[in-house]
């Protein structure tokens, strides 16, 4: 199939081409006006160039972990933060409107008090589905390199 015949798909992301993005970047990749009434806004954080580079598994799912509860420190409008299945970044879920610019500050608060973190919280078989699969020193090797293009983020297409 050719980009030109390609069909619209309902998934905000799969529109989205892979090949002229250059991460590490942070962008607003949808916004939803919910049946209530209220918004919620759904942010890409990409960490890894797509189809180019990867972060390992167990790295992943502690930086899942370590963002899922710093973050709520730093703002009470946290819906979700769930990685990506290719494992090239994250999604982050925000209940009302957002600005980028505010969501680079607190994605940049998170990522600090992660490299400041002595364990992986709920790492454990009572909390998680696979309390063995972590690790610490792996979730902050990948965000250090994301951490330091901070003035990158913005920039979103190559």
């Not at 619209?8 to 962008?27: C, G, Q, T, W």
């Not at 370590?66 to 819906?79: G, P, Q």
């Not at 990506?84 to 600090?112: H, K, P, Q, W």
């Amino acid at each position: 199939m050719t980009e030109q015949n390609a069909p619209k798909m309902k998934v905000e992301s799969f529109n989205l081409d892979h090949r002229a993005v250059a991460a590490p970047y942070i962008r607003l990749a949808d916004r939803k006006e919910l049946k209530s009434g209220g918004v919620i806004t759904k942010y890409d954080i990409r960490f890894t160039q797509p189809n180019v580079a990867h972060l390992e598994s167990d790295a992943v799912h502690s930086i899942e972990h370590l963002f899922a509860e710093n973050s709520r420190s730093h703002s009470d409008r946290i819906v979700d933060f769930s990685p990506m299945g290719c494992r090239t970044g994250f999604y982050l879920i925000l209940d009302g409107e957002s600005e980028v610019d505010d969501v680079m500050d607190l994605v940049e608060a998170t990522l600090n008090d992660i490299l400041a973190a002595t364990e992986v919280p709920a790492a454990n078989e009572v909390q998680c589905g696979w309390g063995a699969h972590h690790t610490l020193e792996g979730a902050k090797s990948a965000i250090e390199p994301f951490l330091a293009a901070r003035s990158e983020w913005s920039r979103v297409m190559a």
